[in-house]
């Protein structure tokens, strides 16, 4: 029987799939910042002439706020600053197809390789 020998990938190749693995991240973790996908759901939730008690901030809370040099209106923006969360449905939906589609690819292109190197290895064997 003989040993099967994986075949070699040059360094030339191994540099373009280590660049292309990279733009990749970074497109991934870029991309959505730039089209406003990321932290859009974020806003400040307005409170005029805002007290502790306003904040919602009870005395142990507001102690250390002013041992942090804060005033009820510098610690507003902080306090109020939240994640409102709204669901893009069909955004999630077509997410969802893709990574379905990714994975249905995968398993098929490894079942086709995986039988490639069983029948090289042991032969047709039906």
């Not at 306090?79 to 398993?107: C, T």
């Amino acid at each position: 029987m003989a040993k099967y020998i994986p075949p070699e990938q040059g360094k030339a190749m191994q540099f373009v799939d280590v660049v292309f693995l990279l733009v990749a991240i970074f497109a991934a973790l870029w991309l959505p910042l730039q089209l406003g996908l990321a932290g859009a759901a974020k806003a400040i939730d307005k409170i005029e002439n805002p007290t502790w008690e306003l904040l919602g901030q009870n005395a142990t809370m507001v102690s250390i706020w002013e041992k942090l040099g804060y005033t009820p209106e510098t610690a507003h923006d902080i306090i109020q600053n939240r994640f409102h969360y709204n669901i893009d449905w069909l955004s999630l939906i077509l997410m969802a197809a893709v990574l379905i589609g990714y994975f249905v690819f995968l398993f098929r292109a490894s079942d086709k390789e995986y039988r490639e190197v069983i029948a090289e290895k042991f032969g047709d064997r039906k």
